[in-house]
């Protein structure tokens, strides 16, 4: 058997030399301090501390040493290693924290420079808001009828019973086409479409007339915060048998919590309007204060309701201009503003708005609906 190999033959190995220790050592810490980003320092790392690095070959090398050196060569070079180690270490930790600085730098995104995409549109609110209207009525089994904004003077006026001579013809300030012995006017309200549509089909027990009409109307009014020459109505007309006041009640106060939301009902005063009798104006429940403490309420200033059109049971008169049996049929019809109830439902201030065509309004209030 054989013993330990006492009789020792040392072998100079070069690698472990003090100075060569120290040569490799700092030859680390200087291209571990020169690398100026971590690509490099990853590469710097596997030259001086990788398999092949001097001070791992030196490292190995402590094994050929004679036992009694091995110790203090040892400790050397763990040193040296150790040294090294620490300061990629600590260069690694500087790289990073500059790497996410010069990220963050280098990635920020200024949100508010313009953007080159092309801007979406949106649908006019008014065109929105036409719609939403028929669709309440349209859920309902209404129909939706259009008439002419260029209108016979006799469909704006005469079969809606406003004679030449009635009062209330002046009521509507009308603009005329020329020549004058046309008789066309700019329809002053959405009325005649009531009108054409009994003229056109009639109404029969299996046929009653239900019908929705939005449209465009014109009067010669000022161009301010609350009127304007151009503006938008909706003409509602039901035609059956036995017809009252309680369907048109029921009707509306359907439509007004259909536009205003839940408990947003309706009430009548008592009115005058030449195609209907009895005839009544129409309010709405304030949809601001709902008619609690309305003493403050800056919106129906005080009254708790607000005005919001007119309706009534349609004049036989007008029935029996429209080819239509009164003594079998009765109807109501009922006429408001859709500027107006859009003004209400969306805040608007000034009428205006609505007119003047400025994309960022469209944007805002035309999308939703
Ligand atoms: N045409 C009326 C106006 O422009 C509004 C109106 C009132 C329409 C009563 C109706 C109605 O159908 O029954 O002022």
């Known amino acids: 058997m054989s013993g330990p190999n006492t009789d020792y033959d040392p072998v100079e190995v070069a690698a472990v030399s003090p100075a060569e220790v120290e040569a490799a050592r700092d030859a680390a810490l200087a291209a571990i301090a020169a690398a100026t980003d971590l690509e490099r320092l990853k590469v710097v790392r596997s030259e001086h501390t990788g398999d092949r690095s001097p001070l791992?070959?030196?490292?190995?090398?402590?094994?050929?040493?004679?036992?009694?050196?091995?110790?203090?060569?040892?400790?050397?070079?763990?040193?040296?290693?150790?040294?090294?180690?620490?300061?990629?270490?600590?260069?690694?930790?500087?790289?990073?924290?500059?790497?996410?600085?010069?990220?963050?730098?280098?990635?920020?995104?200024?949100?508010?420079?313009?953007?080159?995409?092309?801007?979406?549109?949106?649908?006019?609110?008014?065109?929105?808001?036409?719609?939403?209207?028929?669709?309440?009525?349209?859920?309902?089994g209404w129909e939706v009828a259009e008439g002419p904004v260029i209108e016979a003077e006799w469909l704006n006026f005469d079969a809606l019973n406003l004679g030449p001579d009635h009062?209330?013809?002046?009521?509507?300030?009308?603009?005329?086409?020329?020549?004058?012995?046309?008789?066309?006017?700019?329809?002053?309200?959405?009325?005649?479409?009531?009108?054409?549509?009994?003229?056109?089909?009639?109404?029969?027990?299996?046929?009653?007339?239900?019908?929705?009409?939005?449209?465009?109307?014109?009067?010669?009014?000022?161009?301010?915060?609350?009127?304007s020459p151009m503006f938008h109505q909706v003409e509602g007309l039901a035609i059956d048998k036995d017809i009252s006041m309680a369907h048109l009640k029921g009707t509306l106060d359907h439509f007004a919590s259909q536009m205003f939301g839940e408990g947003i009902t309706t009430r009548f005063r008592p009115s005058y309007f030449p195609f209907t009798e009895p005839s009544a104006e129409v309010d709405l429940v304030c949809f601001v204060c709902r008619g609690v403490n309305p003493e403050a309420c800056r919106t129906c200033r005080g009254e708790g309701w607000i005005e919001w059109g007119g309706c009534g049971i349609v004049n036989p008169r007008v029935l029996q201009a429209c080819g239509i049996d009164s003594s079998r049929y009765s109807g109501f019809a009922f006429g408001m503003g859709i500027d107006r109830t859009l003004m209400f439902r969306h805040g608007l201030e000034d009428l205006r708005t609505l007119f003047e065509g400025d994309v960022r309004f469209t944007t805002a209030f035309g999308s939703e609906l």
């Open 56 to 140: 791992a070959l030196a490292n190995r090398e402590i094994g050929a040493l004679p036992p009694q050196a091995r110790k203090e060569a040892g400790q050397r070079i763990g040193q040296a290693r150790g040294a090294v180690n620490q300061a990629f270490g600590a260069r690694q930790a500087e790289l990073e924290v500059e790497h996410e600085a010069r990220i963050l730098v280098e990635e920020a995104v200024d949100v508010t420079l313009p953007t080159d995409r092309d801007p979406v549109g949106s649908r006019h609110p008014l065109t929105t808001g036409a719609e939403l209207i028929a669709d309440i009525f349209v859920a309902m």
């Open 167 to 227: 009062p209330a013809r002046t009521m509507q300030d009308t603009f005329w086409t020329d020549p004058g012995e046309d008789h066309l006017v700019l329809r002053t309200h959405t009325s005649p479409v009531q009108a054409r549509t009994m003229l056109s089909r009639g109404v029969t027990d299996d046929a009653p007339i239900y019908v929705v009409c939005p449209g465009r109307v014109f009067r010669t009014d000022e161009y301010d915060a609350t009127h």
